[in-house]
């Protein structure tokens, strides 16, 4: 049982350049999310996805693009990455839908850098 | 939407001494507060959690407060340990409109407990 995998765990981008970062989760959970992480401003939500075909905006979901392919994996893209967007990417899933009623739980990160 | 805030945003305290971190909440809808544990270079981990129908929750050395009329939540860590130095993220989750908001994450707690 791998709980949230995330791959890749490190990536260095050149500004203007496109990627995908790839999530996917073994324990049958419902939604799935995508927070980034940057220095004394704690975990802000990109996008999440309440079940397989749906997807909403976070706090902080611009340049950003996802897609939940199934639903065991969210996928989440920079079309053209900028030096804003150097930080840390948490991808995270919990059972369940609706009102809020279970932990998150979270892969590995992957700490990408766009220079 | 949800704003929480967390203090202090750095705590050094002796071992065996005890921690506590305090998080304020601005939704009064809001029903689940967990805390996670983030070790260096890690992801962030729960200890535990709390539903809005509970007042106090104990886990061994670590315990969770929470004060719906005021609208806040703290963490207590007794018999600190070396081991328990990381940063601490409060949360809170409301079911709000349609039922799926994610957490919304206060900005950490970086804890470090001198040997």
């Known amino acids: 049982n791998a709980g949230v995998t995330q791959t890749p765990k490190f990536q260095v981008l050149k500004t203007g350049q496109s990627m995908t970062l790839q999530c996917a989760q073994d324990?049958?959970?419902?939604?799935m999310y995508w927070y980034r992480q940057d220095p004394g401003m704690g975990l802000r939500l990109i996008y999440y996805?309440?079940?397989?075909?749906?997807?909403d905006k976070g706090e902080v979901p611009n340049g950003y693009n996802v897609s939940r392919l199934n639903k065991r994996e969210f996928s989440l893209r920079l079309e053209s990455a900028a030096p804003s967007q150097t930080s840390v990417y948490f991808c995270?899933?919990?059972?369940?839908?609706?009102?809020?009623?279970?932990?998150?739980?979270f892969g590995n990160g992957t700490r990408l850098t766009v220079t | 939407g949800e704003n929480v805030e967390q203090h202090p945003s750095t705590l050094s305290v002796q071992e065996g001494d005890s921690a506590v971190i305090k998080c304020t909440y601005s939704?009064?809808?809001?029903?689940?507060f967990p805390w996670y544990k983030q070790e260096l270079g890690k992801r962030p981990q729960l200890i535990i959690d709390?539903?809005?129908?509970?007042g106090e929750k104990k886990d061994q050395r670590i315990a969770v407060t929470l004060n719906k009329t005021a609208k806040h939540f703290s963490l207590h860590i007794t018999e600190t340990q070396p081991e328990d130095s990381a940063v601490y993220f409060c949360?809170?989750?409301?079911?709000?409109?349609?039922?799926?908001?994610?957490?919304?994450f206060g900005s950490g707690t970086r804890l470090q407990v001198q040997p």
């Open positions: 995270a899933s919990r059972a369940g839908t609706g009102g809020y009623n279970s932990p998150l739980h």
């Open positions: 324990m049958n959970h419902n939604s």
């Open positions: 996805s309440a079940s397989e075909g749906t997807t």
């Open positions: 939704d009064s809808a809001s029903n689940y």
């Open positions: 709390i539903r809005s129908n509970v």
């Open positions: 949360a809170a989750s409301s079911p709000g409109d349609t039922g799926r908001r994610a957490l919304t």
